[in-house]
């Protein structure tokens, strides 16, 4: 038949059907409202047709109308988020390789292997891979492993705690920031669960410190921030590959490098 939608056509249809449906700035209760009203007119229009009429003509304008202004709406909040996601991007992918480099230099004393005889932005690509893969070995890690490797005066020193906290500050201010609800609901899920892990860490820092308060339970505090520490860390590691796997994990620009992956 000329006129039949074929199968693969129906899919874009009902794709871009609900695409309105969650896109929509006017609240779907409303359009249910007015067609339902519009309904119960066209039903009982036998009444009095003359006045049904000229109501259901009425609310057919103001739905179409809703239409227009909610499409608009629609649009402007799509330009908006385009000219910006760019940077937005960008601002997430530097908190997380500046995360990225911090936790393996601070914790588990990253050393990179370079050669001399590259230039420095080889060098820094060099830097970067080893350092990815370091991360990707601790996340294989079980949580016992995982502190075998650490550096535990560094780990849960009053330093240590500060800088990851203002770490966690930050990608907080990014969480709450004025376009964060443009962006993708599983970014934001994994944001708010990278940040939850990082304040649990500065948690576990503090608990473990109660220690020089309270010297006669030293073992007991020290072993207990350990424990959490481990889970938490393991936690935060996996999250940052995730979101560097993801092209999130952006490096300050160098004079003479060019766009790649990096670590």
Not at 83 to 101: A, F, P, S, W
Not at 149 to 168: I, Q
Not at 194 to 222: E, I, N, W
Not at 247 to 256: D, I, K, P, T
């Amino acid at each position: 038949m000329a006129n039949a939608v074929s199968e693969p056509d129906k899919k874009p249809q009902k794709k871009r059907f609900f695409a309105f449906l969650t896109q929509t700035e006017i609240p779907i209760a409303v359009y249910l409202a007015i067609f339902s009203t519009m309904a119960v007119l066209w039903i009982f229009q036998t009444i009095h047709e003359e006045l049904t009429l000229g109501l259901f003509t009425e609310l057919l304008g103001a739905a179409f109308t809703l239409f227009i202004i909610d499409t608009l709406l629609v649009r402007a909040k799509t330009h908006r988020w385009q000219v910006v996601r760019k940077h937005v991007d960008y601002l997430i992918g530097r908190n997380v390789n500046r995360l990225r480099d911090g936790l393996v230099t601070r914790v588990f004393g990253f050393d990179p292997a370079i050669d001399s005889s590259l230039s420095e932005v080889e060098m820094n690509q060099v830097i970067r891979r080893q350092r990815g893969e370091l991360l990707n070995f601790l996340e294989q890690m079980t949580e016992a492993e995982l502190l075998q490797g650490a550096d535990e005066s560094s780990l849960f020193s009053e330093e240590f705690y500060d800088y990851f906290n203002e770490r966690a500050g930050d990608l907080w201010d990014i969480i709450n920031m004025k376009y964060s609800e443009y962006m993708a609901p599983e970014l934001v899920s994994v944001l708010i669960r990278l940040h939850t892990q990082m304040k649990d860490v500065c948690g576990h820092v503090r608990q473990y410190r109660k220690a020089q308060r309270f010297p006669q339970y030293q073992s007991h505090y020290q072993q207990v921030g350990r424990m959490g520490m481990s889970v938490s860390l393991l936690a935060v590691i996996a999250m940052l590959n995730q979101l560097k796997n993801e092209g999130y994990s952006e490096a300050a620009s160098l004079a003479g490098e060019f766009a790649e992956p990096v670590a």
